[in-house]
Every structure is written in structure tokens, then in C-alpha cells.
């Protein structure tokens, strides 16, 4: 399987990285750059190519800083309160005389013979006569030329992020064209015979190129300026083909991908034909078939595939060469540190990063390690920042303190997290709080109702959603809150009675009537995790119902969340699985409805956290109410009400 | 002088923020927004208008999460090292039957009859049979569909900033069209009889427009699209009708400028006809001119004409606007205590801003007021801070610690402070400590060579330029910094020997020779401030000359730089001025030699700041040698060489 030996041997991300620099440094290609001449007023966020100087003096003339008169400044000297001044008014244009004076607005240009300015508030002006009561020193209230601005003075300093305010000195200096740093020209050559432009291609056993269009956006977010070739077959020399064209005409290339040592996998392969490979395969996960290569002088890397490997190895490897190569001051991470909620195990051997949603809770910052697969999507785009493990390191403990880089412009401290029994209801509570305060993202984590009970005891979570029948009592979830938790910090709040079922592909081939169908041999259950609200209520309905589960084919196999359960139903993976309705209609599934629930939240706020009043005007609000409803299978009637514990 | 008497009662800046919000949320204009279909794969950088549901699941088939076998998990139960099991190996597209198998490659679909995938190193392949040693378990290494997301399930929340993951996620998903909101217009409207739109129509008097170019770039860092209409005169009639076709076709409409209570400022009047004006007048400086009006539901804002005026009211009353309108998330002000290096005045009553420079110096956070003027276009391209000063307070002692507001991205620790006389050359030294780092920012105040040695005493400056001539010893600088400075944190290294001289128009139509000629009546000296080396120097060649100052007309007329004589020189303020060569050259004037002074710097770094080693390397390097040495009257060769003190 290993045709490229480099592979087998990974080396440690630092030291690729170091190295990566290190030949790029060698081979000068930081040390140039290309530029351009573009108009000053359009040059917001480039980058000056060097220093820009004053052409003219700003301001670019003896102007009056007041409105006032202007005046010869000796022919005042002697005036006094007690010993007025007369000077006479000359018009515009008129000649300088001693003893003379003209009227003149803020900004006017000063007469020819006058060097001062005295405020109109300080003169009393009758019959062409201005009078004034104190001397004026020379070049009082007067903005002389080059007061602001020198002419031939440094305006704008070489390779400074232009500003709006530098635009407008730019200007005023008679700086109309500005010569700045191009933006670098990324090639990026998507590679693979399985992958195809646009989903209307899609068939089983094809993937859609979106890995192009997320590295080009990267690649602008970085100043970048992304050049995407077509879709290239896994063929050497078609592969070969693309880099030699992309090289011709951009200052760094990326392939995507054919990076692994599979027998079509041909990157590492041309580009040591081409130039020299410094690395392939880095001890990181995801991520590790990366290649590092210099082909012209200019940086080519061969990214995975996988799109959150894509975008791990992008911010890796291409992020700082394009910054540096733009003179960029590079970005400093934000860092927090951060109680991690769930255990993570990691191999030893690879340095591991993990997606996080980060959120503080009472006063203590947690982290929820995302969905790990390289192929989450989802796990991109909910995080707001990404934790890395140690290669010596096997893994770390829920409840280490781990330190966080936050991703962009995230501000933990607003995100709220709705960590326990999923519901679709939860997505629209995070709408609803977007809409009343634009800082605030909700972020969920699916870890079942008891999971949820259990994250507000250890205080990991704003929200848990719990639906927990008490089988003794027949009541959900206030003895289970009463038996977990103590204190008086949190509160249970009802949010919907929502209908529990069973879900079936359109047609129900099996003819699936209820539970007891569920032992039938041609039938394939899917089942939810324990500790699930759902996992209680099927067991509660099997008990019920004298069914013994070791009876039931597929009973053992867990999914996280009702979609996921209703996705393995329409894909064929089950017959038939249990569910909330609104899941069931969701993806046009038949619905066999079992029993009704009660779907409650627990809140966990700091008392003076106003999300608190927030969540509960949006669950008593009609709007929010009628738009779960239709989702189908859910009554909000008492949405909002408190059930136990709380301020109110 | 007051035709509107609203400006005469200014309100708090505060209270005309709150009222402004308040009527905007009144007439409902954040309630609503204009929203557009835009490509997913070009939306980075947009707010979603809604919530964003999945189309099609992700993965959209059941796939191989491995290269291996594709079996059916039953028969391949039993299966032990010591008991292995064979399965036949089917062609692609052939029928399943029991005990098949198929070769599948990672992301192949999973073929009919087959529900697991065993890994291809746990497999032995021979004539057509696998061998297996273990049982697969139902789904094993089976990406199911909707794995990543489920169909109809969220991709993207309401009102989120696109990012790269997301533009991913929403293609992955089917997703290739998306609803973002629409980037808020605001048209800008430049008002005034003196503004002209291109330096080739300048002329004294004339005023450019760069103010429009400004606030056009900054409406656009702030997620706006500018409409800049063309220049209108100070005439009612044009204005409301600018006014009225821009409200047309913006969310918001700016009226630059107008604003004060002249005799030809209709602005507030205007707006008033069209609306209601809500306040006119604040009560801060700069910027007290704002009209804030709501005219057909929308924003309409009248900004003060000088630059650094209208920048800050934009910030203070245009920024937030937008943002809100955009539903973006609220931009959280960076905050860092600094200690003022010198005392500012303010007037009560007023809220005062003040642009100002920040640095870390040995470990103290330290902020350099800019210059003041409205019209200092300067101080807005130099600063990396603000701070206000309260209506209450007369203004702020040196030493005060006071709270500074970041101005973007700044990162404050990177910025080199050169705070002592200014050279040409510091802004050359600038221009090699960014290239040689991009992180690093050089900032000059100028304050002269005695301000230099004291703010070094304070630990407030990294760099100060000093040439100070001992008149006893004729010696330069080293009496001064053993006589003022303690401890060994600070040491002072030769920069250049450099011609200082007086300077003349061309021509020289006043014949002046030499500092004799400074006492005669007809000509006009203009000088440098106390405390600089160039006053020192010229006292000294005075007194070498037993000249009095005080027969010397304009000996009293200080400004602070080099350039600034030259300027005061070029401007006809005054026939001559004393200052270096490089000065002279720069504005084309003549110069007549006085005498070689050595100018030094006194480095103040901390012990493991590399910066210092950067400085030595750049001084000593022949580049900026010979880069110094071309702008005229200079000598470089002893650059770099540590005079006393230093860790060397």
C-alpha cells in the first residue's frame, strides 16, 4: 500500500513547519513580493509597498482657523480694553495697507500682508471699522502651511494596513495612486476521480468539490486571492499538468488532494518530480497525508481530503506563508483556558486537534469537544475554538483545564450551551436569542437527558433539555432533578409535551403497528443511546409491554439524536427506529405514534445573567410557540412555565 | 451667529446616543432589513438572513469509511484467528449472495446486501476468497447517511457571519444558493462652497473632499456600501434635494458637513423640514457640530467637516447604527490601563476624546497623546488608541493612569515608542523595523531633546532621539544623560553626525549669511521650541556671537519640528529658520551651514526585548546607512557604536 516510504515516516508538526519556513526563507521568496499601483481612495486594507511620503503640505496654504478679521499683527499691538484699536476694513482683493483689515471665514485663505487672525467674537465692526480691545500675537489663529502634514514627510508608513484615516491623509497629502502589495495568488487544483462540481452530478459513491470554494474563501479571509482550476482526474500527468500551469502564473499552489499513499494517490509524487518535497505526512490527526513542497522557488502543498483535515492543514501550513508573504503582522491567538465537559482519548504519537465550543457557566469557562470525524462538517462550523493534545499524551480527563485557541472574532463569554437531550426546538431557541441579541450563539451538544442532568451538576452547561420518565411515578424528570442535583442554582422549566414514536420508511413495506413489531425477525431496529430520554421511554414501553429487549435485532446499535435516527431509517440502515414526530416529518418518514412526553429544560444562569429572562420571554412568546408547533407533533401550552426552583 | 438655537444647548454625548437608538428602534428601522440571494460559495464575510436548513443529508449514500471489504456483518460471525473465515470475493456491479464480499476504496458506496467493512490490513486475499479473522459488527467503518448532517436539519443559524466552515457545510448540504442580508447603503453627501473633489482644483481657500473617501472606507469596514454623491454647495434648496433623492435609495443617510450655527450651515434646518432632529449639538470636542435627525424612518446624520471631527462622531453614532442594522455582533471595545506621559487639558463641560499612542515600555503600559487640532489628519493616522476625558474634569495630569480604548487590531506591546527629537531618520528606522518584523510599529512624538532624556527617566519612552550640546565642554549629550539619568536600563548609541543650518527660500532674496543676519530688521526668524537641541544649539552659536535674543524678531515663535521650519520658511511665515540639512533639501529650500551636531538615541528596552538587538543590527547595516546619508547632511559612520551604558 505504501508506494511514497516518506509517508510511513511523520514528523512533528513544529518541525515541518519550522522547516517549511525555513527553505521558503532560502529560497528568498519572502523577500519578494509583486505590487500594484491602485487609487488611494479604493486601498482600504491593502497593504503599502513602501513608504508613502506628502506630495503637498496639508493644509496647503496660510488659512484662518476662525472666522474673524485678519490682521497685520504690529498694527495692533498697544490695544487694550481701555484703549481700543480702530483698523480699517478693506474688501476682498483689495491691497494690504497698514492699519488695515479684511473679514475672513474659518478656512479662508489669509491676505497678502496680514499675519494674524482675531476673533470675530472680539471685534465690534461699525462703519467699515473694525475695533478691538487686545493685540494679536503674529500667526495667531492661523493654520499654516505643513501644519498638519509636511510636504515630503512620511504619510503613511511601508507595509502598513491602509485605514480609512490613512485614505484620507493619503488625499490631503496629493497622494492619488498608492503602490501596494498584490494580494498573492493561491492556485488551488481539486484532485480526484470520485469528486464532482455541482451537486446535480451527485450520485452514490461521488463527493461534491466543496473543499475548493472553503480554501478559497480561507485563502481571502487571509488576503489571498484564490485561483481554482477544474476538477483534475487522479492521472500523474494530468496532476503534473496543473501544478506546471498554476505555477507559471501564482505564487503558491495547492492540490487537493491525492496526499495519502494509495496507489492513485500521485501528489508527493509530482511534486518531487518537480521540485523538492520537505515533508509528507505529519504526525497530526486529522490532517496527516500533508505535502510539504518547494517547486520554483514558490510554496506547493498537497492538503487531505477530508474537509476539516483540509481546513486544519490550510490553517496550519498555508495561513502564515500567505501572511508573511504580504508583510502582514501575524495574527496572535486568543487563548483561554478552559475546563473540558467529556473525556477525549488521543493516540499517542500524533498531535491531536480537537474542535470545541467554549462557554462560560457561572464563572467558569468550559469547553465541549465537537464531533471528531475528519469528514464533520458540522464540527467546523460550530466551533469557536480548537484545543490541540500533546503527541506523548494518550488523551485528557473531563474536568482538565485545558488551554483554547478561539477561532476569529469569538467571544465565548456569549455563547450559550445547550448541552443534554437534543430537541429541533432547541435550533429555534438559538434563532430567537440571535434575533433579540446579536452576541449570542447557541451552541448544542447531544449527550442525552441524563448526560444533561449531569452537566448542570458540575455547572458545564446554560441549558440541558431533559425528558425523563420516572417509570415508579409515571411523572417525568422532577424526581430525577431532585435526586441529582442540589442547590438552588439552577431551575426546571417546561418547554413542550411532544409525541415519542416509532418512524418508518413512506410505505411501511414492514407493516410496523407498534412495540411488538419491534421483535419481529425481519425487522431491524435502531436504537438511541442510554441515558437518552428516549432509550427510558422505549424501555419503560418494553417493560410495559413484557418485551425482552435481547429479543430485538439492532437494539445494541446507538445513534446520538432523533435525526440521526430518522437518517438511518430513510437510508436504509433500520427498519425502523424510535423518535420524536418532528423528526419523523423532517425527512418524510411515516410516523407510528407511542406515547406523549414531557421535553423540559433545565436552566443554569448566574443570577444576574439577563440570557436567563431572555430564554424565558422567548418560550412564553406566541411566535416561538407556533413556530415549534409546526414542526409538528409538539404543544407549547405551557411553555415557559417554571416547574421547580428558580428567582422568580 | 445662531440661527439655531437647538446648538446652543448641547446634550451629552451619552444621552444623544440613547435617544438615537431609541427613536430608530421607535420607527422600527432595526426590525427590518433588505435581504438578497447570493452564490454560497461567494457569501463569505455575509449575514445569513434565516436560519439555514440542510437540503440533501451529509453523506448523502452509506459509504466505506476505509478501503477493505464490503460484507454482510451475519456472515462473518464466528470468525477467530484460530477459526477464520472465508467470504468469496464478488465483482463490482455482480449480485450479492451470502458469504460475499466486495472490494471497496474509502467513499466507494457500500453495495447492496452489504452492511460493514472490514479494513483491508485485517484481510487476506487469495484466488478470489478473503480470509478473516474477526466478526464485523452491523455498520462497522460505515459512514451512514447523514452522519454529518441530517437533511432538513440546520446548517447555519439566523443572522450568522459566514465563514469558510460554512460555506462548506452549505454546499456538503445542497445548499448553492443562500439568503444573506443586504449590505446597508449610506449615502454620503459633502456639502460646502470651499470643497473641491480632486487636487488639481486646489487652490488657497479651496478645501479637498477626503472626508467623503474616508467615511466611505469606513462605512465599508463596517459592512456598509457608501453611496458618495457629488460635491453640493452651501445652498438650501440643493441640499434637501440631495438629502431627499439619497433617502430614496440608502438605509442612511450622511450630510458632511454644514453642521454648526454659521450663517450658511442649513443642515439641521434642512433635516429638520424632512424630519425630526433629535439632537444638534453634543457636547464633545471634537465633534460638537452632529445633527442626529430621523427623516422617513431613517437615519440621517449630519457630521462636522473637519476630519478628525467627523471620523470620531462617525464612530460614535454611525458605527453602532450599522452594525445593529446588519444584525451583526456588537464590536467589544479593547480596553488597556496606560499611563499618560503628559498632562492634557480639557475643557468642562465637554466630553474630550484624544487620539493617542500606546506602548509597552519595560513593562508599563504608557499612552502619548496625539495632537489635538480637529483638523490634525495626522493624529488620526498614528494612533492606535483613544481616550476621553469626562465633561467634569478640567483635564488629566501627567502620570494619571487612565483607561485607553484600542483602535482595531492593534496589538499595543509591538509598538516602538520614539518619544525625544525628532529626526528624518526615525522614520527610516520605522520603515526597517516593520520589514524586518511586521509586527512592529514605529511611533515618533516630538517633544525635543531634553523631553527625550526625561521621558526615558520615566519609562515612557524605548527610543529618544537627543542632540544636546554641552556649552562648557562643546561636547554632545553624554554630560546631559549621566547628569539626568540613573540606573543601567538605558544606554546611548550614535545614530549620525548632521548638518544644522539656517534655511532660506530659494533665491535668498534677503541675502542672509549666516546667525548675524537673524537681528536685522526686515527679517523674520521663526524658532524651535525650549528644550530642543536646535534652540540649545542656536542659543549657543548666540552667545558664541553675543547676539540678544530678544533683537531678534520671531524668536519667540516656536514649532516642533525640523520639518515645521521649513514648512513656516516655504509658507513665507518667516524668512528664516534653523534646522537640519535633510529638512532644507526635503522642501527644496536653501541652506546656509552652522555647525556638525551629533545626533544619538538613547535606547530604554528591557533586557530580553529583542527589539534592542534589532535597532543595533539596523543602525549598523549599510543599507540604512546609505538610505540616511541620501537625504543630505548626514554621516553615518560611526552608527550603531554604544556610547555608555548597555548590556553589550
Redesign the interface.
Known sequence: ?SKNKAYLHCIERQKAQSLWRQKLQASKYFDEFLVETMSA?KS??RITAS?IKAK????????SAM?GIAVWAADTFGALETLPKQLNLLSPGQLFRAGGCYLV?T???IPEGT?AVIM?EDVHIKDNKAEIVAAAA??QH???????????????????LI???????M??A?I?EVLVIKKPRVAIIPTGD?LVA??HE?K??A??D??S??????I??WGGEANCSAIIKDQRAAIKEAVVSSLAVCDMVIVNAGTSA?TDDYTAEVLGELGEVIAHGIAIKPGKPVVLAICQGKPVIGLPGY?VSA?LTAELFVRDVL??RQ????I?AKLVETTLVKQVASAIGVEEFIRVSVGNVQGKMVCVPQ?R?A????S??K?QGVISIDAASAGLNAGAVVTTTLL??V?PL?TVLAIGSHDLSL??L??YL??AR??I??FCANVGSMGGIMAVRSNETHIAGIHLLDAGTGEYNLSFVQKYLAGTNWELVHLAMRQQGLMVKPGNAKNIKGISDLTRQDVRFINRQRGSGTRMLLDYELTKAAIDSFSIA?YE?EVG?H??V???V????ADVGMGVKAAAL??GLEFIPVAEEQYDLLLNFAADDERRELVLAILKSPEFQNEVEALGGYDLKRAGEILIGGRA
Chains 1, 2 share one sequence.
Do not use: F
Request: no cysteine; net charge negative.
Open positions: 500500500m481612495a482600504l486594507g513608504l503637498q503640505s496639508v493644509p496647503h496654504y496660510n488659512g472666522d471665514d478656512g479662508d485663505l499675519n470675530i503674529p500667526w492661523v493654520r499654516i502651511i505643513g501644519e498638519d502634514i509636511v510636504a515630503n514627510e512620511m504619510v503613511v508608513s511601508e507595509h502598513k485605514t480609512p484615516e490613512d485614505i484620507a491623509a488625499l490631503a496629493g492619488e470520485e455541482s451537486s451527485l452514490p459513491g463527493i461534491l466543496v473543499n470554494h472553503m480554501l478559497a474563501a480561507a481571502e479571509s494509495g474537509p481546513m501572511i508573511a508583510r502582514l503582522p501575524g496572535k464531533g470525524g469528514g464533520m462538517l458540522s467546523l462550523t466551533a476569529r472574532q467571544e456569549d435550533d429555534l438559538g434563532v440571535r434575533r446579536n452576541n450563539s447557541l439492532g446499535k439524536t435525526m440521526a430518522a437518517a438511518s430513510l437510508a436504509g440502515a423532517a425527512l
